[in-house]
């Protein structure tokens, strides 16, 4: 009969119980597929962050963001919806923190519109529920997007990226009218309030 050891970790080990070195290989391997993984995610935010650059999926026009209020394109007196020679709709818009301005727009249904928006601050988000219309709206950039509403009615418009302790509350509307009922004032524009 072989003598038993004396010492506790010389004795063999009991089934089930995976020796210290298959433990800390085990360990090792892992901590390297960590830390590879690590760097191929990092090396991916750098490389998509300089070679493609942020802005809305729909459009890359570039737009001063500071100046905006002080003339060209979205200026306020040129905000809201203007109708367009060939009878088509244009909306303007500025998203900033927390609100659109104008809070409300008035469209014409079965007209083809386009959405414009800009951001004054921060990146926003634009979306029209049950229509194709959904944008993020980044600052320095101009979204457009083109679509054209079946149905008379109201749709909310609610800011869909996170931008500030407001964002929840950042809620505009979009009211579509019979094409006859919309009627533009001498300069083409419409106003949302109730008539
Ligand atoms: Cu604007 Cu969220």
């Given at each position: 009969m072989a003598e038993q050891p004396t010492s506790p970790m010389l004795l063999p080990l009991a089934d089930g119980i995976v020796p210290q070195e298959v433990v800390a290989r085990t360990e090792k391997r892992w901590l390297t597929a960590m830390t590879v993984v690590l760097i191929l995610m990092m090396v991916v935010v750098v490389l998509t962050s300089t070679v493609g650059a942020?802005?809305?999926?729909?459009n890359v026009e570039v737009i001063q963001p500071l100046t905006l209020h002080l003339g060209g394109e979205f200026a306020e007196s040129n905000l809201g919806t203007a109708i367009e020679p060939d009878g088509s709709a244009t909306v303007r818009l500025i998203a900033e923190q927390y609100d659109f301005v104008p809070h409300c727009v008035q469209v014409p249904a079965q007209t083809p519109v386009k959405f414009r928006l800009t951001s004054a601050d921060v990146v926003h988000g634009f979306l029209l529920p049950n229509t194709n219309v959904n944008t993020m709206v980044v600052p320095g950039f101009v979204a457009e997007v083109r679509t054209q509403f079946r149905q008379v009615g109201e749709y909310n418009m609610p800011?869909?990226?996170?931008?500030?302790?407001g964002h929840s509350q950042m809620l505009a509307r979009v009211r579509v009218v019979p094409r006859d009922q919309f009627r533009p004032d001498s300069q083409g524009r419409v106003s949302c309030d109730p008539q």
């Open positions: 942020l802005h809305p999926a729909s800011c869909h990226e996170f931008c500030g302790l």
